[in-house]
C-alpha cells in the first residue's frame, strides 16, 4: 500500500515532461544553442557505418580545419565534452616518465597537470597569478631549463578570464623540439586560433562556449608530429584487430576509450570500430561549424570583440571594476568585481536568475566570491542581450544595496554600439 503511494506519487513527476524556464546563459559556458543546432540534434539516428554518416564524418573534419585554420589530416571528434579532448590528446601523447611543462595561469592549467600527472608524467609547473598571463621569454626560459618533451598550455582560460598570447610560443617550442598542445576550449570560435600559423601540435576544445553547441563532444586537431607518435603506440584491440596486425613498440595507451590510435582508424577509410560515435553530437557539431563558418571567422570574432567592449564599458559606467591584465582580456568573457556591499555576490546571481532568468557566472578557487564572470559567447553574444543583462544587473544590484547612476551602464554600452 505505502509502496504503491510512493510509486503512485513518484509516478506524477518523473512522468511530466521537461519544461526549463527559460534562461539567458552568460556565464562562462554552457551557452544558449543556436538554433540550427538545436535542430540537427533531432535528426534521425543513422548507423555509424552508414555511408551517409561516414561522409557526415568526413565533412566535419574538413570543417574543423577551417575552424582551426589547419591543413592537419587529424582533425576529428572526440566524444565527451571537452574534457575528453584534453585527455585524449594527453593520455595519447604522453608515455610514462615525459617531461611535460605546464604553465599555469588559473584553474584549466591546474587541469592540465592533474591529467598529465596521471598519465605518469614527470610534470614541472611554472605558475603566475590568476589575472595575468605569461611572456613568452618565461616559457622559453622554463623550456631552456626542463628540456620537456610536450608543454601543455591554455589558452584562454576562462577562471580568470585571461587569454595567453601564443603565437610566440609555438615557435619556441618547435626550436627547442618540444611538442605543444593547447586548450583552446574557451576561445575556439570566439578569438583566433590560427593551429598552423602559430605552431600548435595539438588543439582541443569543446562545443559548449564560442560555437554554441550542447556540451558533450570535443572538436580536436593534431599534425602528423603528434600522429606519428601515436602511431608509435599502437596497439588496436582484439577481436576488431586485422589477424596480421603487429603491435606498435611504443607503451600502450593505459585509456582504451582515449586511445586516439583506434580512434584515427575510425576516422580514416579503415573505418575500424572502436566505440559508437555519438550520432546526435556529430549532427550538433557539424551545425556548430556550419554558423561559426558561414558568419565567417573574423565577423565572429569582431562580434565577441565589440560586445565584450559595449559590457566592459557598462559595467565600468554602473562603477564596478574589471578583473585582469586588461592587456589580456579573453573576448569572450570578463571578469567583474563584486562590490563589498554585495558580499560574495551569490545573492544577486541567484535573483537575476529568478527574476529576470538570466545567468552569469560565479569562480572557482582563489577568485571565489572576490568575482562574477560574464560570457558573451556564440549565440548569446548579441547586443539585446548585452543590454539586457546591464539593465538586470543595475536593477538587482540596487535591491541589494549597490546603486549606480541610473540607466549609465546601458547608456554607455549603446555608445559603444553606436559608434
Ligand atoms: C570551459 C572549459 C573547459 C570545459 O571542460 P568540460 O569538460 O567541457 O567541462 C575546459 N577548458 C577550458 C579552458 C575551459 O574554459
Redesign the pocket.
Known sequence: MIMNNVIAGQAKDLFEALEPEPRLLMG??PVDVYPAVLRAMSLPMLGQFDPQFTDYMNQVMALYRQIYCTANHWTLLVNG???AGIEACLSSMISPGDRVLVPIFGR?GHLLTEIASRCRAEVINIETEWGSTFEADQVADAIRRHQPRIVAL?H???STTMAQPLADIGPICREAGALLYV?A??TLGGMPVEVDDWCLDAVTA?L??CLSGP?GCSPITINDRVAEIINARKHVEAGIRAQDAVNADGAIVQSNYFDLGMLMDYWSPLRLNHHTESTSMLYAAHACARVVLGEGLDAGFARHRSASKALRAGLMAMGLKLFGDSRHRMDNVTGVYIPEVLGNGDAVRAHLLEDFGIEIGTSFGPLHGKIWRIGTMGYGCRKANILRCLGALEAVMRRHGFASPAGAGVDAAYTVYDA
Open positions: 562562462p559556458g565534452t571537452a574534457r584549466f591554455v584562454g582560460d576562462t586548450d576550449t574557451a569543446g559548449q562556449k556540451p
